[in-house]
């Protein structure tokens, strides 16, 4: 990747330029988040950088009072966690009338073991899919980590498979979910090809050189495989689930914003193959344990809480590890209190303690030093270890026929209703 400085500005095309790092130490890209301050990146500066729009709190209330009666805004969404956007008002408009759409996001195969950070595009998309009762498409990617983690084709299916039973294990619809792996799904639909071939066409070189950094030495796979992560945005990939000579409906990902780019790409595209371009909404970061400047990292076991840790690990590592914002000294804490924007413990909580109240008064006795360290660190340990045997007690029960179904391509029980723009080409 380059580390070329660069600013910029709302612009369309939606991709132009490389704009994954900028004059503050951030650097942020598909493959590489790196933050150079304790609270994290400046989201604020990624959202004018990469040129999306600040998920505000108009496009809330708009978004609360299309949800259900008697269901509430997700926590990811009133806390800013799901931050920015683009184009969430089509599916809005879609909600609103009462109209389908579909949600796409993915996973990278790089390690058989996920930490709690990889769960939160997947909590956020199982919200929305019983929300709006939506079909929903699973990628793993485990081309891309064969291509950029050198890695053995064997080995990245393998952890495809593994992660799988962690994804199905948040909870997802088997009626209105599919699930696959790219090397698997290639091998079995023409029509994900075709999309990809059309994307293929219509993306050259130095477009991508612009958009991901690439280098003249990169290998020829990881210039052609951004079109494998763009072509399911389109609906017409999947003739089993949408029909075929079939229309494009409009698409949701939820994702992390190091994502975009990805997504930039398919935007630009989408119009010329006469498709919906694809909606998005970003999350932010969870750091590591160490904080927002340390790298979260499968290959180092103490910087994050992963889905196989016991109750024992996970209250070791948080006491350890877990980077805090608090006093150096007792009486220096009860005295000026515990920095919240860079506390590790409470920055989990704020991802994964649901109730509102309980969570307003942690902050206000730890900013105030009432609360100690060691206290807030015991309220993170109780809601992790909740989290993760709730989460290991589920994966248990996904057989193999369970991952199977999920992964057969096959119609989905959902109303296919109105739609934008015919295929061609
Ligand atoms: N490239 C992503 C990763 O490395 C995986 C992915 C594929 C994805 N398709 C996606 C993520 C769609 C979010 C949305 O993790």
């Known amino acids: 990747m380059s580390n070329q400085i660069e600013e910029s500005q709302q612009q369309s095309p939606d991709s132009t330029e490389n704009h994954q790092c900028n004059d503050d130490g951030d650097f942020v890209d598909p493959w590489t988040v790196t933050s150079s301050s304790q609270s994290g990146p400046d989201y604020d500066k990624l959202i004018a950088r990469f040129g999306s729009a600040r998920v505000t ?8 009072s299309a949800l259900p009666a008697g269901t509430k805004l997700h926590h990811f969404l009133r806390r800013g966690i799901f931050f920015s956007h683009r184009d969430l008002e089509p599916i809005l408009n879609k909600i609103e009338k009462g109209e389908k759409f579909f949600l796409y996001t993915g ?9 709690v950070g990889h769960l939160i595009p997947f909590i956020f998309t199982k919200w929305l899919q019983d929300t709006f009762d939506v079909p929903l498409v699973i990628q793993l990617t485990d081309d891309e980590k064969f291509l950029w983690r050198g890695l053995k084709i064997e080995e990245v299916k393998k952890h495809a498979l593994e ?3 962690d994804i199905i294990a948040c909870g997802f619809d088997v009626k209105k979910t599919f699930i696959f792996t790219d090397t698997d799904y290639i091998s079995k639909s023409r029509a994900f090809y075709e999309n990809i071939l059309k994307i293929q066409r219509l993306v050259t070189f130095n477009q ?6 690439f280098g003249d030495s990169d290998c020829i796979g990881k210039i052609a495989f951004p079109a494998i992560q763009a072509a399911p945005s389109f609906s017409t990939s999947f003739p089993q689930i949408f029909g075929t000579g079939s229309k494009c409906q409009l698409c949701l990902i939820p994702c992390a914003i190091d994502q975009d780019p990805y997504f930039r790409m398919t935007r630009d595209v989408a119009p010329k193959l006469k498709y919906p371009k694809p909606s998005l909404l970003h ?16 290959s180092d076991a103490n910087n994050s809480i992963f889905l196989t840790d016991t109750a024992n690990q996970i209250k070791n590592k948080i006491n350890k590890y877990a980077f805090s914002g608090g006093g ?39 900013s105030s030093g009432k609360m100690l360290t060691g206290e807030i ?35 989905l029980n959902f109303v ?10």
Not at 57 to 64: N, P, S, T, V
Not at 341 to 346: G, H, L, T
Not at 349 to 359: G, I, K, P, Q, T
């Open 328 to 366: 150096g000294s007792v009486e220096e804490h009860r005295e000026k209190g515990g920095n919240c924007d860079v506390d590790v413990s409470y920055q989990y909580l704020r991802y994964f303690l649901d109730d509102d109240d309980h969570l307003e008064q942690i902050r206000c006795d730890y």
């Open 208 to 213: 991508v050189k612009g958009i991901f950094g």
């Open 416 to 425: 296919n209703t109105s739609t934008t723009t015919t295929t061609t080409k």
């Open 283 to 298: 999350s932010t970061f969870l750091p590591a344990l160490g904080g927002a400047m340390s790298k979260m990292s499968a």
């Open 377 to 411: 660190k015991k309220e993170i340990i109780t809601v992790l270890q909740e989290l993760v045997a709730k989460h290991q007690q589920a994966r248990k029960e996904i057989t193999t026929e369970i991952v199977e179904q999920f992964m057969t391509p096959r119609e």
């Open 107 to 115: 996973r990278g195969p790089s390690s058989a073991s996920l930490h």
């Open 57 to 64: 709190d108009d496009l809330l209330k708009r978004f609360e």
């Open 163 to 165: 992660n799988i039973k």
